[in-house]
């Protein structure tokens, strides 16, 4: 027979004879006579209720099954008498399947802390919460590829081993199979020679280079993957592997490009509040009471777009004590993006036109020579989600640019031939997955939005 998700059960139009259900015991009530069984299979937040009577041979497999067991039964499902369900099932049949230690098994009734749950990152997804974050997670991951689907964009699976640094930040994990510390050979030798590639390699910080190669092939590519960082900086928003989206587009220029980030924001959210309706109340209820009025801000409104000029001008005139000073030609820190969507504007923000020391060399120079054409949108509670720029498709430019940053133009040399065989305007950003998911459900960690979270001295499961 086969199996039914406790999902498809709770949403039976009628009743049934026998269905075969599997999941984990989430919690068992003993009254006189019967039993009630909560089941969780993971397909969806609410329980399957389980009545096991005592004239059943049901009963008789009650002994063991306790809260985190794993079990099958069969049974009819029938309207339920009790109040919170419209479905029971009632059991004929009940298999304890694997057992697990009442005294032992950490997850217990009572709502435990984020912080506890991060040490059982293994079994977190079993709570109510962690099994909507992660059903969130998925359901988020598919709005990406089904909104680029439909908007012509082509699926590109980037390199995860790169010999490049995109961001220039220096922020690489190296990869290498060498048995000694490169920095311990001696002066002058290129130790990578004898490592695997013959080159220095390093885990990728973005697969926005190799992207534009490939716009400037298929037109409209975005890539969506995981990504690493060595950022020592212990925050609640930075992780050192994290997933990025990163679209890339062809013939187009800094407005084609913020009206897509907004565009492909709103349709995640709009996907996720329709899809994800249950698991997101429960962040509304437990987790951030003013969510659904925050979703349906960012869904409705059109984003403030503003020169970053005018964002220094505004911080400097708030009145406001930052940790951080704000000065024109300084980069913008999250309580400044914050305080500009959540105080100021009350609406997400696209600050454009960054000066061009604090941006990397790909971004296009704009025509004052001081600025380039870069855009970050910034979201409420999150600060930065998505980064991005119109890309410097003049060669002379684009050299300059690179000589300044002290890179080395031969090892690009693929970057730069794109700019010598039919340069066009292109442009693209990168949003951060995990920054989405802080945003859509209201939690303030990123290890909480991650299965099992990469970050300074923590590398467990
Ligand atoms: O602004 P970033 O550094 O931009 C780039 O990497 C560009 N190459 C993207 C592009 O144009 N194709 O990163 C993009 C986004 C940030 O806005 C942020 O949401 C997220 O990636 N991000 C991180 N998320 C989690 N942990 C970190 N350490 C992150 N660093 C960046
Ligand atoms: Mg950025």
Known sequence: MKRTRVKAALAAEREADEILVKGWVRTRRDAKGFSF??????????NLQVLVDESTDAYGGLKDIHTGASVEVRGALVESPGKGQKWELRARKLTLLGPADATAYPLQKKRHSDEFLRTIAHLRPRTNKYGALFRIRSEASFAVHQYFREQGFYYLHTPIITGSDCEGAGELFRVTRLPAVPEMGSPGEDVFEKDFFG?????????????????????????????????????????????????EVAFADLN???????DLVKAMVTHVMKHCSDDLALFARFVDKTL?????????????????????????????KFEFPVAFGSDLQTEHERFLCERHFKKPVIVFDYPKEIKPFYMRVNDDGKTVAAMDLLVPRVGELVGGSQREERLDMLQRRMDEAGIDQEAYWWYLDIRRFGSVPHAGFG???????????????????????????SLEF
């Open 292 to 320: 659904t009025a925050t979703l349906e801000n960012i869904v409705d409104e059109p984003y403030v777009r503003l020169p970053y000029g005018e964002a220094v001008e505004i911080l400097q005139k708030s009145g406001r």
């Open 199 to 247: 080159k220095e390699a390093n885990l990728t910080v973005s697969g926005q280079l190799e992207a534009e190669l490939f716009a400037c092939a298929l037109g409209s590519v975005y890539t969506f993957g995981p990504t690493f960082r060595a950022e020592n900086s212990n925050t609640p928003r930075h992780a050192a592997e994290f997933w990025m989206i990163e679209p």
């Open 37 to 46: 069984l909560e089941i969780n299979d993971g397909s969806c937040l609410k």
């Open 431 to 457: 949003l951060g997955f995990e920054r989405f998911l802080m945003m859509v459900t209201g939690v303030t960690n990123i290890r909480d939005v991650i299965p099992f979270p990469r970050t300074p001295k």
């Open 256 to 262: 084609d490009n913020m009206d897509l980030a907004e």
